[in-house]
């Protein structure tokens, strides 16, 4: 069956450092990934989409990998702030219609 | 950007009795909405998709009786849970997809959720 892992412990990292957040899939031929941002009692917010011909996506601190011969999609946030702090989702997916999630990643980044 | 809103942002109701969640889009038209639920430390778990003027989809293991869902126009669908119990107490958090605007048509808009709690 179709499986998404991402890091299971939290990270914490210090303000101004790289935070990279892993997500490896099984069983799966995504067409495109997309990472949102989740905050605590809030709804998903998406953050960035990366499609299978591409191998990388910025977007102002955040940058994207999509490696389909690893199976993997590694999410960084450069020059971290406190306020990057939230859980991390990524979300591979093929149909462009419902999106299957992973457990996510939780991230603190502190002062 | 697009904006997809819930209400209630949260319920508290008796076992036993039935509970209805609107998600409506107010920016844009969705012909499809996906309804999702997500227990506390859990990933988001993907309940059924809301086709407007149509029935919806469940996914496997989903009671489609009990969880009633209507997409009556093409801003809104309902999620009711009929005879909620304890263990439906949850996060539930629609979703919707911008189809008019093409550029955007991967992105999935969430909505803020709504906390049930059933006592």
């Known amino acids: 069956s179709q499986k998404i892992e991402q890091n299971s412990e939290a990270l914490n990292i210090q303000e101004g450092k790289t935070a990279t957040l892993t997500c490896n899939y099984t069983?799966?031929?995504?067409?495109?990934l997309q990472w949102y941002r989740q905050d605590p009692g809030r709804g998903p917010v998406f953050l960035l989409l990366i499609r299978e011909n591409e191998k990388e996506k910025r977007k102002e601190r955040l940058k994207v990998t999509f490696d389909t011969t690893l199976k993997q999609s590694l999410f960084h946030i450069t020059a971290s702030q406190p306020a990057d702090s939230a859980t991390y989702l990524c979300a591979p997916s093929n149909s462009g219609y419902a999106l299957n999630f992973g457990k996510g990643t939780s991230l603190l980044v502190t002062p | 950007g697009a904006v997809v809103s819930q209400h209630p942002s949260w319920v508290i109701c008796k076992s036993g009795t039935s509970v209805k969640i609107e998600c409506r889009s107010l920016d844009f038209q969705a012909t499809t909405m996906f309804w999702y639920r997500q227990f506390p430390k859990q990933s988001l778990m993907l309940m059924a998709t809301?086709?407007?003027?149509?029935?919806?989809?469940?996914e496997q293991g989903v009671e489609k009786d009990k969880f009633l869902i209507n997409h009556a126009s093409l801003t809104l669908s309902t999620l009711t849970v009929t005879s909620a119990h304890p263990e439906d107490s949850s996060f539930y958090i629609c979703?919707?997809?911008?189809?008019?605007?093409?550029?955007?048509?991967?992105?999935?808009?969430f909505g803020p959720g709504t906390r049930l709690t059933v006592t």
């Open positions: 979703s919707a997809r911008d189809m008019v605007h093409l550029a955007s048509s991967y992105e999935q808009y």
């Open positions: 069983n799966y031929s995504p067409a495109y």
């Open positions: 809301s086709n407007e003027g149509s029935k919806a989809t469940y």
